[in-house]
């Protein structure tokens, strides 16, 4: 669930609670005012009627009043304790009876005690309470509603910041040349949170970029002393008195060199993919270069007793032909060395897609492990780096690739 | 052929020295760039063997020396930075070929070669090994004025080795040469042995003499006699 509508789940929660316990209390204060209202209208009118009796020491029963009721009636009671209570009361003019209120109190007329009970009708009270309430109740869904409407739409603009920088933390790539901007927000927690990651970003990428740079460095400083070992065995197997002990040993020497200076290139070669340090491009008819691979290959394959399958319908790509070559070149090789003697090789071009399956082991390879650097079967000879390098080509390109085993074959599959 | 060497780094300097200083070839070298630019000031040369990264400039300085004192050595690249934009900018700069580090010294003598004789722009387009007579840009080749038919494989092989004649070529070397290094199938040398193989019984077959030789395992050598 998403903050915003925690927020105002929570919110419309209390708030429903707060405005239920305080209309509940206000329709009792409510009532409870009124009640003393006509309680003291009541008094007043007992006062009065008291005050009338005793000036005129008549039948306080002649006490005439226009709307009320207020019944005198003799009784022997020496005391009464004066109530207000709830009753009904006869409207006369509307010929029905209404919830009404009354006061019962005892008044001495001279020698005898009356009781006197005064009743008014209450309807005009309870009209007034009625109508409050509901105007109290339309308030509260009102503010209910604009509540929920503020949380779920003004709410959601003023995140629109944090959804943003989001996005942008989603798209970082540490290997990208642009970096972490963060859109200006006028909320303070906002522009903080931009602010740390700008500055965390900046840290990753300037700890990346001194690593690659001493990758390459490094890469390159090999390089020279690779070139020297080189040129020193091709001096030394010069030699004509050196036997075949030491021109075996040299032989190995030099498998070892080339193997380093492979890895080398490798090594650069990502960290150029991942800088995007190659940007040339070129419309290349990949129906064309891979006729020219299968030809380049084609010997490999003969040694091999394998037969080639293919089926290629005119693709042109826009990229680096370099990049192209070292792609396809790795997918053959892999595909020519990983394969049984008297195996296949199939390639599929369609304009959507590039597919090249190989006969080979029974086992599917490990889908998470054989596009990772240095991941490589026990027997092979390749530096562990050629389906980085195809993956990663194939990343700069936006282009997808796959891997996936089926009964025999290992096909690997190049979605453009 | 009068050949310059311009590297730093001396022990490589001195291999590849004495690696060209053979079949009559002059080689000097240097160390930097003034001593370079100094040199070709002062001589001229067929063809110049050129480290892009110097002590003390850059490489591409000597091309645009060359260019603007419309000098035509033949100028073959040797870089430790396999990289496409300045293998271009050499290129464009008017080197005539690039080669990365580490290289080997038969590979180097075989494209020196070629960009010499692509420089040198001899009428008479022939390579002439003793019986051997090799048409380079019709790519035909004769032996004893017979023609023989060579795969483009043989072919580039043959022009190797007379480029190499009389050295040790590692079968490293050879298939580095053959299939350049992105083909990554170093673990493999059957197939140089069955182009060797191949190209010796058509040399042969035309009368031609036996010039390849095998060296235990470890490489093959074009007598140079």
């Known amino acids: 669930m998403k903050l915003a509508e925690h927020y105002t789940r929570t919110s419309v929660y209390i708030t429903l609670t707060v405005l239920l316990f305080g209309a509940v209390i206000y329709y009792f204060a409510i009532n409870y005012i009124a009640q003393q209202q006509l309680d003291r209208g009541l008094q007043q009118q007992l006062t009065e009627a008291e005050e009338y009796a005793r000036s005129n020491d008549q039948n306080p029963q002649l006490y005439d009043l226009d709307r009320d009721h207020a019944v005198f009636v003799k009784t022997n009671l020496q005391q009464l304790q004066k109530r207000f209570f709830d009753t009904t009361y006869f409207n006369p003019k509307e010929q029905r009876a209404e919830a009404g209120r009354a006061v019962e109190d005892l008044v001495k007329v001279k020698s005898s005690n009356y009781k006197v009970v005064i009743a008014i009708s209450r309807a005009g009270q309870k009209y007034l309470i009625e109508v409050i309430t509901i105007i109290t109740l339309t308030l509260l869904a009102g503010l209910l509603f604009v509540l929920f409407i503020t949380n779920k739409y003004l709410l959601k603009g003023l995140w629109k910041p944090f959804q943003l920088t989001l996005k942008e933390i989603k798209q970082f790539n540490i290997a990208d040349v642009d970096q972490f901007t963060g859109k200006p927000s006028e909320v303070d927690e906002f522009t903080e949170l931009n602010e740390a990651i700008r500055e965390m970003s900046l840290r990753v990428t300037h700890d990346y970029l001194k690593l690659k740079q001493f990758t390459e460095n490094a890469s390159h400083e090999m390089m020279t002393p690779l070139a020297v070992v080189t040129t020193k065995l091709d001096t030394l197997i010069q030699d004509e008195t050196l036997g075949a002990n030491q021109l075996a040993q040299i032989t190995d020497i030099y498998s070892s060199i080339n193997k380093s200076s492979r890895l080398n290139q490798s090594l650069l070669l990502l960290a150029k993919l991942e800088n995007k340090l190659i940007t040339e491009e070129e419309p290349i008819e990949l129906d064309i270069i891979l006729a020219e691979k299968m030809q380049q290959f084609q010997e490999l394959m003969q040694s091999k007793n394998l037969s080639l399958q293919h089926q290629l319908q005119p693709k042109q790509i826009l990229a680096s032909k370099y990049l192209v070559d070292i792609l396809l070149n790795n997918l053959f090789s892999n595909a020519i060395r990983h394969n049984n003697t008297g195996g296949v090789v199939i390639i599929q071009l369609t304009t959507h897609s590039l597919s090249i399956k190989n006969s080979g082991g029974a086992n599917p390879l490990n889908t998470d492990l054989i596009f990772e650097r240095f991941q490589k079967g026990k027997e092979s000879q390749g530096t562990g780096l050629g389906l980085t390098l195809v993956k990663n080509i194939c990343q700069h390109y936006g282009y997808t690739i796959h891997y996936h085993h089926e009964t025999v074959l290992h096909a690997f599959v190049i979605t453009f | ?225």
């Open chain 2, 1 to 225: 052929m009068k050949i310059l060497v311009i590297e730093d780094e001396q022990s490589l300097r001195e291999n590849i020295t004495s690696y060209l200083n053979v079949d009559g070839n002059i080689c000097e070298s240097c160390g930097g760039l003034t001593a370079a630019l100094q040199k070709l000031a002062d001589y001229d040369y067929d063809c110049v063997l050129l480290d892009i990264g110097l002590p003390d400039g850059q490489g591409f300085d000597v091309l645009e020396f060359l260019r603007t004192h419309h000098k035509n050595e033949a100028v073959l690249i040797i870089s430790a930075r396999n990289s496409l934009d300045d293998k271009l900018k050499g290129l464009n700069l008017g080197a005539d070929d690039y080669l990365t580090k580490p290289f080997h010294l038969a590979e180097l003598k075989a494209r020196l070669m070629a960009v010499y004789r692509r420089k040198a722009l001899n009428t008479n387009n022939k390579l002439i090994f003793n019986e051997i007579a090799i048409d380079i840009p019709g790519r035909t080749v004769e032996v004893n004025d017979t023609p023989i038919i060579l795969t483009r494989k043989e072919h580039e092989m043959l022009l190797y080795f007379i480029a190499n004649k009389g050295k040790v070529i590692s079968k490293n070397a050879i298939a580095e040469h053959l299939w350049g290094d992105e083909m990554d199938m170093h673990d493999n040398f059957d197939f140089i042995y069955t182009h060797i193989k191949n190209l010796r019984r058509k040399l042969l077959d035309a009368g031609g003499k036996d010039y390849l030789t095998s060296i235990y395992g470890l490489g093959y050598k074009f007598i140079s006699s």
